[in-house]
């Protein structure tokens, strides 16, 4: 009961000093251990992160050399985490990658380093908006596992990667979709490609081969299209596309006997 109110004392003290930069207070702990403080910010971490920070800061601080000192660089990463804002989440990203370079060999540098990649996941946006931080997800969790083979957290960043691959699939996917109804055929033609190329597991791949048939029928290249509109009906059957496809695959052999085709059949196709 006397090291929590000493540990408290500490506490109020070095929210005092935050209020106060142009001041130092030095606070001598007499009878508390880096244990004591470590364990207090622990309590503090669910009703209020800072607080657990200013905490873990001063075991770094008081006892340098202790394990509570790695332990509490550790906290302070978690308290940004727990924190979920976005300049938060920069903070903790930033304070797991600081732990891993500091201790590469510590039983707790997978974990943070998972964190890392789970910091910039948080960031990332829906499809059709910006994905740079799931493209520095995927590739950080991809070197996570690399570092660190067969930990419990690298089996996690594999199903994170299954995520980051999806999100960037459908990002180039609803690209592709938007250059096809501009009319910027080749552009559509090129999203396409990449999701092939780059997403093979990609689930709406049915849609990807699609709409690539749909692009070259319009721009004349029948084989091509009819190649994509088998793909569909052959790799799909059950695709809600499959049907539409073989209306597509046959005008476009119509279209390659007479190389002349007046309209392209209507699909009934919104998206």
Same mark, same amino acid.
């Given at each position: 009961m006397k090291k929590s109110i000493l540990i408290i004392m500490v506490l109020t003290l070095l929210v005092i000093s935050g209020c106060k930069p142009k001041k130092e207070v030095t606070v001598t702990p007499v009878g508390i251990t880096a244990k004591d403080i470590y364990e207090q910010a622990k309590k503090f971490m669910k009703r209020s992160p800072e607080k657990a920070r200013l905490l873990f800061k001063e075991v770094m601080q008081l006892y340098p050399s202790s394990v509570y000192a790695r332990l509490g660089k550790i906290g302070i990463a978690d308290s940004f985490f727990k924190e979920r804002g976005s300049s938060s989440l920069v903070m903790a990203a930033a304070e797991y990658q600081d732990y891993v370079n500091l201790y590469p060999q510590s039983p707790d540098a997978s974990y943070a380093s998972y964190r890392v990649g789970v910091c910039y996941l948080r960031q990332t946006k829906k499809p059709g908006r910006d994905q740079?931080?799931? !493209?520095?997800?995927?590739?950080?969790?991809?070197?996570?596992?690399?570092?660190?083979?067969?930990?419990? +957290?690298? $089996?996690?960043?594999?199903?994170?990667?299954?995520?980051?691959?999806?999100?960037?699939?459908?990002?180039?996917?609803?690209?592709?979709? $938007?250059?096809?109804?501009?009319?910027?055929?080749?552009?559509?033609?090129?999203?396409?490609?990449?999701?092939?190329?780059?997403?093979? +597991?990609?689930? $709406?791949? %049915?849609?990807?081969?699609?709409?690539?048939?749909?692009?070259?029928?319009? *721009? %004349?290249?029948?084989?091509?299209?009819?190649?994509?509109?088998?793909?569909? *009906?052959?790799?799909?059957?059950?695709?809600?596309?499959?049907?539409?496809?073989?209306?597509?695959?046959?005008?476009? +052999?119509?279209?390659?006997?007479?190389?002349?085709?007046?309209?392209?059949?209507?699909? !009934? %196709?919104?998206?």
């Open positions: 740079s931080s799931t !493209g520095i997800a995927l590739k950080h969790f991809e070197n996570m596992i690399k570092q660190f083979p067969g930990t419990k +957290e690298a $089996a996690e960043a594999k199903k994170h990667i299954t995520k980051c691959r999806h999100n960037l699939a459908s990002h180039t996917y609803k690209i592709g979709v $938007a250059n096809f109804r501009m009319k910027a055929f080749p552009g559509a033609i090129t999203r396409f490609k990449e999701v092939m190329d780059k997403y093979p +597991e990609f689930t $709406a791949m %049915d849609k990807n081969f699609y709409y690539a048939g749909r692009t070259y029928f319009i *721009m %004349d290249d029948y084989d091509l299209a009819l190649s994509f509109f088998q793909r569909v *009906m052959n790799n799909y059957p059950k695709s809600k596309l499959a049907k539409k496809a073989q209306k597509m695959a046959r005008a476009a +052999e119509k279209a390659k006997k007479t190389k002349k085709i007046k309209r392209i059949p209507p699909s !009934g %196709d919104k998206k």
